[in-house]
């Protein structure tokens, strides 16, 4: 039981590239999301899922895209990316509602120059 | 923004001594939860506590939340150099809201 992995660990991009950020989780949970963490921000969230087909916009979505086709994968894509989304992002899964226990991933260490 | 916010913002403290940290939030919640984030690494949940319970322990851990002062604490007794983290507190609003987190408190247990 891995739990939630996240992939890469780091990653270096040049302004304007695209890229995805994979998630994906074996505990058959349901709800699916993504923050992003900055120093002295705390986390923040960027999208989320309640399940496959279903995803909403969390506090801070501009400039990136979900989609969930499966239960197990909740991949983030940063369309055209920027200095200011230099951070390090998280994904997490639960198996409860909106609210619940979450498990985190371990992380991906994004710059963008 | 119901966001919860953590203080102190940083605590040092020696091995085998207590440690206290607060977290307050604005409005009605459902439950609230703290998390632990280790250097670098994902954050690991310690512990959920809802809004109709008042105190919750686990292992060394000591949570208590005060509805009408919308607050919580978090007490760690006996403190370890394994306990060096980052705390953060989670708050959720109703059954339909995301879990949203405080800036959290920068734990140093020195041996």
């Known amino acids: 039981n891995a739990g939630v992995t996240q992939t890469p660990k780091f990653q270096v991009l040049k302004t304007g590239q695209s890229m995805t950020l994979q998630c994906a989780q074996d505990m058959n949970h349901e709800y699916m999301s993504w923050y992003r963490q900055d120093p002295g921000m705390g986390l923040r969230l960027i999208h989320y899922s309640v399940g496959a087909g279903i995803t909403d916009q969390g506090e801070v979505p501009n400039g990136y895209n979900v989609s969930r086709s499966t239960t197990e994968d909740f991949p983030l894509r940063l369309l055209s990316a920027a200095p200011s989304q230099t951070s390090v992002y998280f994904c997490?899964?639960?198996?409860?509602?909106?609210?619940?226990?979450?498990?985190f991933g371990s992380g991906t260490q994004l710059s963008v120059l | 923004s119901q966001q919860g916010e953590e203080d102190p913002q940083a605590l040092s403290i020696q091995e085998g001594e207590n440690a206290t940290m607060n977290c307050s939030y604005k409005t009605s919640i459902n439950n609230l939860q703290w998390y632990r984030q280790n250097s670098g690494r994902g954050l690991v949940h310690l512990i959920l506590i809802r809004s109709n319970e008042r105190e919750k322990h686990s292992g060394r851990l000591r949570v208590t939340l005060d509805t009408s002062k919308k607050s919580s604490s978090l007490l760690i007794t006996a403190s370890r150099a394994a306990d060096t983290a980052s705390y953060f507190c989670a708050t959720a609003a109703g059954s339909q809201g995301n879990l949203i987190f405080g800036k959290g408190t920068k734990l140093s247990v020195k041996p």
């Open positions: 997490a899964s639960s198996g409860g509602t909106y609210n619940e226990k979450l498990f």
